[in-house]
């Protein structure tokens, strides 16, 4: 149970040390407004991953796989 609540807490001072970081180590300028909002790169790849989830189950489900009887003829 220890482990489990270490590793939480871990993953929730990452978090916070993402969405405070860019304010304190860089200096450079995005090219769009929505770049400079805090954890925007952590907020992006998770809906990103969730869409590509999402795509390709349904690109499984209703291209690619097959009829239950098509082996049978």
Known sequence: ?????????SLVVLALAEAI???I???EHAHFAFEDW???GSV???FSCV???L????LGKHWLMRP???YES
């Open 55 to 58: 795509v390709s189950k349904f």
């Open 38 to 40: 805090p954890a925007f």
């Open 68 to 70: 239950e009887d098509s």
């Open 44 to 46: 992006y790849g998770f």
């Open 1 to 9: 149970m220890k482990l489990k609540r270490a590793f939480y807490a």
């Open 21 to 23: 970081a860019p304010w």
């Open 25 to 27: 180590l860089y200096d």
């Open 51 to 53: 869409a590509i989830i």
